[in-house]
Nanobody, 126 residues
Framework: QLQLVESGGGLVQPGGSLRLSCAAS????????IAWFRQAPGKEREGISC????????NYADSVKGRFTISRDNAKNTVYLQMNALKPEDTAVYSC???????????????????WGQGTQVTVSS
């Protein structure tokens, strides 16, 4: 059974950093592209970053480009999202998701991903 579990969320001050982890079990991670999505209260879920099966290709939403970095360690069956220079508008529930196909020329779309974690809360506030 494919399972994704996020961790690393919490409360951080503006300008701070967090690293989220997405741990996979029940499947071999390198068979899947992985994406991070977030959903803020009252807003639609948005894709913010995605990474190809091998990690050789990544995409970022404009809102996080230059501040967030996605990476993966297939040997550890884990994908990471390093978040720097956090802003209050980054406050959201962050979820990771898996897909068998990676689209290198566009940002990850919710409909591409069929397996989801439960999410971890990130709150950026002073």
């Amino acid at each position: 059974q494919l399972q994704l579990v996020e961790s690393g969320g919490g409360l951080v001050q503006p300008g701070g950093s967090l690293r989220l982890s997405c741990a996979a079990s029940g499947f071999t991670l390198n068979r899947y592209a992985i994406a991070w999505f977030r959903q803020a209260p009252g807003k639609e879920r948005e894709g913010i970053s995605c990474i190809s099966h091998s990690g050789g290709s990544t995409n970022y939403a404009d809102s996080v480009k230059g501040r967030f970095t996605i990476s993966r360690d297939n040997a550890k069956n884990t994908v990471y999202l390093q978040m720097n220079a956090l802003k209050p508008e980054d406050t959201a529930v962050y979820s990771c998701a898996a897909a068998s196909v990676f689209h290198p020329f566009r940002l990850c779309a919710e409909g591409d991903y069929g397996d989801w974690g439960q999410g971890t809360q990130v709150t950026v506030s002073s």
